[in-house]
């Protein structure tokens, strides 16, 4: 973090512990409903909001996966891959003297019957990759990597329809066995031949069999969808019923898990050209529209520019008892698959035009707020030592930190692969506000 932004912080601390003991005695520029003590209430400033493209996210350590696409006139095309590697059955495994490979089958946990985002009836080309380079469960990664695939290796199971609430009844070493709902796909013989040639060395350690075994990537074909087709389903990777299954010699089965530490992470990707309302906004520097877009999985944001809160500082000194942010949204484009989410996030706007933590995320977490309100279709903000920490370095370091905010779907927490149409419009009942309760220091 750099250096003025924690001098900030402590001025900002300085400045509320100054306020709380500062009485106004007059009543200068008090508004209709501000009380005897002087506090001032601004709830008109301008705001200038419009849709742009989110950074690159962390991908790697989430707590879910998701596979798949979906294609909206407003949104676009929205897809996520996911990758996994696979760790040996045991410790000291081998595979034991006459055994038979008959088949490879991928078995991946569907987390619940009511975890994905879009039209879950429509039928879906999956395809299987084999990894061409090693990825590490103790590495960083964004989403933006390049995963390098080998593409001989690819399986392709079309029309699948997922059953998210079925269970699966199998035999196994001899055994009639049900299994939780989970996503079968069957590989093909490259898969078998692997396996069938690992050698004692290879079989040797969970890290020599990730070296010879890179891992998966499955993804969609989703290009030819149309509007309102197409679902991302999430699944519970680090699951016990999540793996590599190896059927040998009819009925018995070993299964090469990716473990409850293992290495999975999500891919995305996004193609707007078609979404002609998303694509207006893009680029528009300095304009302000009614309407703007969330999408998650590094898609859109919203980003809320504050032009003249500076200004306050030509009145004198302020101190900031409340600030927030009530951000509504379009409750009747909710649902159909796309649930609101259950949380969002506002963050700064660094520098470099990227998101950056508010002071009151890491301070005050309990009172910055962020959770649905659906019976009122928002989400409120609480960004009191934020708003303070702005006026403070203008006013005492000269710097301008006013660089805007973000408005954003969460990464984790829940993973999620919908999205959100906010009702970005100013000086009514609903749309978009920033609310200052403040009082003038003498």
């Not at 609430?165 to 299994?179: A, H, W």
């Not at 692997?194 to 020599?208: D, G």
């Not at 944001?301 to 200004?311: A, F, G, M, Q, S």
Request: proline content about 2%.
């Amino acid at each position: 973090m750099r250096l003025n932004r924690i001098l900030s912080w402590v001025l900002t601390l300085l400045v509320f512990t100054h306020f709380s003991c500062k009485k106004e005695t007059g009543s200068v520029g008090l508004q209709d409903g501000d009380d005897a003590k002087g506090l001032i209430r601004i709830d008109t400033f301008t705001l200038v909001t419009r849709t742009v493209i989110e950074d690159s996210v962390r991908v790697d350590n989430i707590s879910y996966n998701m596979l798949g696409a979906t294609q909206d006139d407003e949104f676009g095309y929205n897809a996520s891959a996911m990758l996994a590697a696979f760790r040996l059955p045991s410790s000291n495994f081998s595979f034991p003297a006459g055994v038979q490979i008959d088949s490879v089958v991928l078995q991946l946990k569907y987390l619940q019957d009511n975890q994905y985002s879009g039209n879950l009836s429509t039928p879906m080309n999956i395809r299987v990759h084999e990894l061409n380079r090693r990825f590490y469960e103790d590495t960083i990664y964004y989403s933006n990597l390049d995963p390098d695939l080998k593409l001989a290796t690819q399986n392709t199971f079309n029309s699948v329809v997922h059953k998210l609430g079925d269970s699966v009844d199998l035999v196994e070493n001899g055994q009639s066995i049900r299994y939780a709902p989970h996503m079968r796909l069957k590989l093909g013989t490259s898969f078998v031949d692997m396996l069938t040639n690992a050698s004692t060395s290879n079989l040797a350690s969970n890290q020599a069999f990730q070296d010879y075994f890179n891992g998966v990537q499955l993804d969609v074909e989703g290009q030819n969808l149309t509007d309102g087709e197409g679902n991302i389903v999430l699944f519970d990777l680090r699951h016990s019923v999540s793996g590599m299954a190896v059927y040998f010699n009819d009925t018995g089965k070993y299964l090469f898990p990716v473990g409850s530490d293992g290495f999975r992470l999500n891919l995305y990707s996004h193609d707007f050209s078609g979404a002609a309302a998303v694509q207006a906004q893009l680029g528009a520097n300095g304009q302000d529209f009614t309407t703007t877009y969330v999408q998650s999985m590094s898609g859109l944001k919203t980003l809320i520019e504050v032009p003249h809160l500076n200004e306050l500082i030509n009145d004198g000194t302020y101190g900031i008892v409340n600030a927030r942010f009530e951000c509504n949204f379009d409750g009747s484009q909710a649902g159909g698959g796309f649930d609101a989410f259950s949380r969002m996030l506002l963050v700064k706007r660094n520098e470099e035009g990227r998101n950056d933590f508010v002071v009151d995320q890491l301070l005050e977490p309990e009172l910055y707020g962020g959770s649905l309100d659906d019976t009122e279709d928002r989400y409120v903000f609480n960004i009191s030592r934020e708003i303070q920490d702005i006026l403070n370095n203008s006013t005492r370091l000269g710097l301008n930190t006013n660089t805007g905010f973000f408005l954003i779907a969460p990464t984790d927490g829940p993973v999620t692969a919908s999205h959100l149409k906010m009702d970005m419009s100013k000086g009514g009942s609903r749309g978009i506000k920033l609310v200052l309760t403040l009082v003038k220091s003498n």
